[in-house]
Antibody, heavy 121, light 106 residues
Framework: EVQLMESGGGLVQPGRSLRLTCVAS????????MHWVRQAPGKGLEWVSG????????GYADSVKGRFTISRDNAKNSLYLEMNSLRPDDTALYYC??????????????WGQGVLVTVSS | SYVLTQPPSVSVAPGKTATITCVGD??????VHWYQQKPGQAPVLVVY???DRHSGVPERFSGSNSGSTATLTISRVEAGDEADYYC?????????FGPGTRVTVL
């Protein structure tokens, strides 16, 4: 059974940093691209960043470019999101999502339950 | 950046058909994916690559894509289908989601 478990969220002041972790199980982690998708309270889904299975970082949304860094550790079956210079509009539920096919990014067949990040003074 | 447009809401009586549209420039050249999100839950993949149903998804859910409009159709709607539905494509190395459509079962 595929499972994705996010952690690391919480309340943080504007301008500070936070690191999210997604631990995966139930599939061969190194064979699939992984992504972060967020959802502000009462709003829709927004793709944040993705990391391919073989060629590194895919990219970042314009809203987080230069502030967020995605990475992965295949030995630990883990995906990370380092978030710096946080702003109130970064407040959201952050989901980790798995690519459905190893060579075709952008179809998310499994999602974690999400971790809440609240940026407020 | 690529923009997808969805109606904010669709209301449908039980047993009837719900049609959710997703409009984008020349969207037929993209593979369109649809996600269902119920309150307090993570999104669930329903249809991918325009019309393929994800495992476990009832045949009542179907998708199509032509011209500038992709469509998710829910036949014989049930109370349990009440949710937000998002269309999504992969464009220029980034994920693009539509704003979502809330389906209300009357």
């Amino acid at each position: 059974e595929v499972q994705l478990m996010e952690s690391g969220g919480g309340l943080v002041q504007p301008g500070r940093s936070l690191r999210l972790t997604c631990v995966a199980s139930g599939f061969t982690f190194e064979d699939y691209g992984m992504h972060w998708v967020r959802q502000a309270p009462g709003k829709g889904l927004e793709w944040v960043s993705g990391f391919s299975w073989n060629s590194g970082v895919i990219g970042y949304a314009d809203s987080v470019k230069g502030r967020f860094t995605i990475s992965r550790d295949n030995a630990k079956n883990s995906l990370y999101l380092e978030m710096n210079s946080l702003r109130p509009d970064d407040t959201a539920l952050y989901y980790c999502a798995k690519d459905m096919e190893w060579n075709d990014p952008g179809t998310y067949d499994y999602w974690g339950q999400g971790v809440l990040v609240t940026v407020s003074s | 950046s690529y923009v997808l447009t969805q109606p904010p809401s669709v209301s449908v009586a039980p047993g009837k058909t719900a049609t959710i549209t997703c409009v984008g420039d020349n969207i037929e050249t993209y593979g369109v994916h649809w996600y269902q999100q119920k309150p307090g839950q993570a999104p669930v993949l329903v249809v991918y690559d325009d019309f393929d149903r994800h495992s476990g998804v009832p045949e009542r859910f179907s998708g199509s894509n032509s011209g500038s409009t992709a469509t998710l159709t829910i036949s014989r709607v049930e109370a349990g289908d009440e949710a937000d539905y998002y269309c999504q494509v992969w464009d220029n190395d980034s994920g693009v989601f539509g704003p979502g459509t809330r389906v209300t079962v009357l």
